[in-house]
């Protein structure tokens, strides 16, 4: 069987997976008929869950409706607390990338240095090993306290958060770097810094961007955490405001475009490994 | 007006002078203000300028009466531009040392003067461009304030209180110039909890507070503690932000909150709690939320200061109308501030709502507005803050109460305004049916049997 044909069978099941679950979406929120009788001034003052015993999970036409609302005009602007989706999005993007980026720039070098040098890779080691698993909601406080700015705090907490995997893959891809190939460089008498740039960072390459891909991923998943809590702008304010509008649809909706966009950076990070990878 | 008409056509129509409304009378019923407070502010302005003219009472008296005050002052304004005075009255007399603002909010009708004031216009009246901000919870509005991110927030009236004695944080020196909402809480339980009206069933229930330093904390374990439960150890009290109340109480995990609207009336509307008491009933004028600021920000632009608390107050008093407050709702409820179905807010706001079993209830002051900062209130506060061992030791009630609740800047402005503020700052109070009196905490804090000292 041809690698196309799979491609198009494997296709077809995706779109049964989801037909099959959008289905069970629908017959699982459906309305359960008129709910308790109660007098007509009564129910005008009772929402729709009330007097309907409408679902309080909407249907997949309800999301499918407002989705198209929201797409058709993403970039509205009706003051500080009311913009539309594709500037929140913009706003947590910008975020990201901005402590994304102060994580590279730190990540990369120390990570080298730390490759390099067995010394200091066991003695930061505990350090990373301890930072590492820390959540994102426990850094806000201690990062607003102290930095004294909610919005450069979120953008420490993504860099705080996302800096360790890159760190640790860095490190680990400079210091497996084959010793075939250091021996082969040091007879032909490299100096340091051309065995660096020449032999090891296209050596370690494959490995600091699979740790750069995880970290993107990890920076996607603390901004949405960081912005609820802070709230201002985002998409993580976006979901806390409609939280607290208790509209589930929009919720849906705002989760949708977290997953569409974070397979975006992945996706965009896994073509540029592709790019640096080379078959030995 | 398009700059391409023809400014000499005889046939034109009257049009708006403004040029963003289509005919001079969508631009009249827009721009005019609320003309209740025109009036007053011009009466004040008049008033002024006559006695100004006329220091001499007697012979200011002769004049109004000889001429009449119409005329006497279409005479004085000839020579005199009234009109630029009552302009510079509404925007301020001084010059103001910033004028773009940035005041926090936390989306609950308490904070409708905050709110409506931006939409409304209460703000630019009095110079003023404010951006009015939602803020995630009670903690992170505390921390904005104190980073400076704000220059003024809506908070918890007992929160400026503990932020200057340093509970719960730092001590820095806070204030609180005006109350923004009295009464408007409201304890909601679950529906399954409809034949459990008595108190005395709650024993093991769990309870959403929005804040420990806030006047809902204090008013369920008051209400509790009269009903012979110990709010410590027969029920568990948590802080819960609002919007997590109703989804916590439709799943169960909790059995009911003291909340600030419209959380209570949004658990009704949307049929998982039912209003069990307003916290009217409870204490009837009881202050709530606040406006605050940062004895910092007082003391280094008292210009703008001022104009703020001026705004503050004239879009309270507005607000305190019950003609009004179908329009603020609608006013407020839009994304942009508090993001609820109209219809729940107006519940709120006038009182006519629907109570979660079955019947139409209506309640007009269920929420009011009224600004004047009483030192009594906060002593109560203080005395609440004893009771349930959040500050230990003895406390100056006087003292910090003076410091913190800026009576005497209400006062001031609310007279410069033409309002009538009260004559002493401590009253007497009756809380379900007990006496405080502010003169004597100490012997209040003492007379509860149930409480933590």
């Not at chain 1, 370690?204 to 709230?231: D, H, K, N, Q």
């Not at chain 2, 909150?257 to 009933?281: T, W």
């Amino acid at each position: 069987m041809s690698s196309l044909a799979l491609g198009a069978r494997a296709a077809v099941v995706s779109l049964a997976i989801l037909a099959m679950f959008l289905a069970f979406w629908h017959l699982g929120t459906l309305g359960t008929g008129p709910g308790a009788v109660m007098d007509s001034e009564y129910a005008k003052l009772m929402g729709a869950t009330a007097t309907t015993g409408q679902s309080a999970m909407p249907g997949p036409s309800q999301v499918g409706h407002k989705l198209w609302e929201h797409l058709t005009n993403p970039f509205y602007d009706n003051g500080p607390n009311d913009k539309g989706i594709g500037i929140q999005l913009a706003y947590s993007l910008a975020r990201v990338l901005a402590g994304y980026a102060i994580a590279v720039a730190l990540a990369l070098p120390l990570g080298f240095a730390i490759g390099m040098s067995p010394l200091i890779y066991q003695a930061l080691d505990p350090f990373i090993q301890v930072l590492r698993p820390i959540s994102p909601l426990a850094w806000m406080p201690l990062a607003l306290y102290t930095i004294k700015d909610s919005g450069l705090s979120a953008i420490f907490v993504i860099f705080i958060c996302s800096v360790w995997p890159m760190l640790l893959n860095t490190a680990f891809g400079v210091a497996t770097v084959r010793r075939e190939w250091l021996n082969v460089a040091r007879t032909l008498e490299v100096g340091r810094f051309r065995l660096a740039f020449a032999v090891i960072l296209p050596a370690a390459a494959p490995t600091i961007m699979t740790g750069m891909r995880i970290s993107i991923s990890i920076a996607w998943l603390v901004i949405v955490a960081a912005e609820m809590l802070v709230g201002g702008t985002g998409i993580g304010y976006f979901v806390w405001n409609e939280w607290n509008n208790l509209s589930i649809t929009n919720v849906v909706i705002a989760i949708l475009a977290i997953g569409v966009v974070g397979m975006i950076l992945d996706q965009t990070l896994g073509r540029v490994a592709r790019l640096v990878t080379y078959p030995e | 007006m398009s700059i391409f008409s023809n400014s000499f056509d005889p046939k034109a129509k009257l049009a708006c002078p403004c040029g963003r409304h289509k005919s001079l009378a969508e631009h009249q019923a827009h721009t005019q203000l609320p003309t209740a407070e025109d009036d007053r502010l011009i009466r004040v302005v008049d008033g002024a300028v006559m006695r100004a003219l006329f220091p001499d009472d007697a012979t200011r008296r002769g004049f109004l009466r000889a001429v009449g005050a119409g005329t006497a002052l279409a005479a004085i304004s000839q020579f005199f531009p009234l009109a630029a005075a009552r302009e510079a009255f509404a925007q301020g007399s001084k010059a103001l040392e910033k004028t773009k603002l940035k005041v926090g909010f936390i989306p609950i009708t308490c904070a409708t003067p905050i709110i409506m004031a931006h939409p409304m216009g209460f703000y630019a009246r009095h110079g003023l461009e404010v951006e009015v901000i939602k803020t995630a919870g009670w903690a992170v509005i505390r921390d904005k304030s104190l980073n400076k991110e704000y220059d003024a927030a809506h908070m918890l009236s007992p929160m400026p209180l503990a932020i200057s004695l340093g509970v719960g944080s730092n001590p820095i020196p806070w204030t609180m110039p005006a109350v923004e909402n009295i009464n408007g809480q409201a304890i909601t339980l679950a529906v399954k909890h409809k034949d459990k009206r008595d108190p005395k069933q709650w024993k093991g229930f769990k309870f959403a507070v929005p804040f420990d330093y806030s006047m809902h904390n204090y008013l369920l374990r008051y209400y509790v503690a009269e009903h012979g439960l110990d709010p410590d150890k027969d029920i568990q009290i948590r802080a819960v932000p609002p919007p997590e109340m109703v989804a916590n109480l439709r799943a169960d995990n909790i059995d009911g909150f003291l909340a600030p609207d419209p959380v209570n009336q949004r658990a009704v509307y949307d049929g998982v709690g039912f209003i069990h008491v307003l916290s009217k009933e409870i204490w009837d004028g009881h202050p709530c939320c606040a406006f605050s600021a940062s004895r910092e920000f007082v003391d280094a632009m008292p210009n703008t200061f001022r104009a703020l608390l001026k705004a503050i107050i004239d879009a309270t008093a507005y607000a305190s109308r019950a003609e009004n407050r179908k329009e603020i709702a609608a006013a407020i409820a839009p994304a942009n501030y508090l993001n609820q179905p109209v219809t729940v807010v107006e519940q709120v706001l006038t009182g006519t709502y629907a109570d979660g079993l079955g019947k139409v209830q209506r309640v007009p002051d269920r929420i009011d507005f009224a600004p004047f900062p009483w030192h009594s209130m906060a002593v109560w506060i203080l005395t609440q803050m004893k009771r349930w061992g959040q500050i230990k030791g003895d406390v100056d009630y006087r003292k910090v109460a003076e410091q913190v609740f800026l009576a005497t800047d209400a006062a001031k402005a609310m007279q410069e305004m033409g309002l009538a503020p009260p004559d002493t700052t401590y009253g007497k109070y009756s809380v379900m049916g007990k006496e405080f009196d502010p003169t004597k905490p100490d012997a209040y804090v003492a007379s509860f049997a149930i409480r933590k000292t």
